[in-house]
């Protein structure tokens, strides 16, 4: 996998533990549980950060670097990368906390737009 950055110093945006009912046979949380759990998050730091609801438009890149073992302490951190008219990057990174010991489970950035109540991008204040 590859070298250990440390974990972001902002709140997290999604903070769970990992199920065992989403393992694989050799015990690691399945990709299809963490992206779910990378999606909640999109849409909470993209509500955040422009003020109303947020759609991911693209995802620019998604890197695995560890497993995410059942039942560690997982969460989320976003940071704003890029602010558009409407559209706007930010960067995520995932965490498993198992005994205070950081592991880099993924790193991610992803296009939000800012949308209205009818669906229908909107400027970003």
């Not at 999109?42 to 955040?48: C, D, I, M, N, S």
Request: hydrophobic fraction near 40%.
């Amino acid at each position: 996998m590859s070298d250990q950055p440390t974990r972001p110093d902002t709140a997290p945006v999604v903070v769970t533990v990992a199920p065992y009912d989403t393992v694989t046979p050799r015990g690691a949380v399945t990709g299809a549980w963490i992206l779910g759990q990378f999606d909640t998050a999109a849409g909470l730091a993209g509500k955040k950060f422009s003020g109303g609801e947020a759609l991911i438009l693209s995802i620019k890149d998604f890197t695995f670097h560890a497993a995410l073992s059942a039942w560690e302490e997982f969460v989320i951190h976003a940071e704003p990368v890029r602010k558009g008219n409407s559209s706007f990057d930010l960067s995520f990174s995932g965490w498993a906390d198992p005994d205070g010991a950081c592991t880099r489970i993924f790193s991610a950035t992803a296009v939000l737009i800012a949308v209205d109540d009818d669906g229908k991008p909107r400027k970003l204040t």
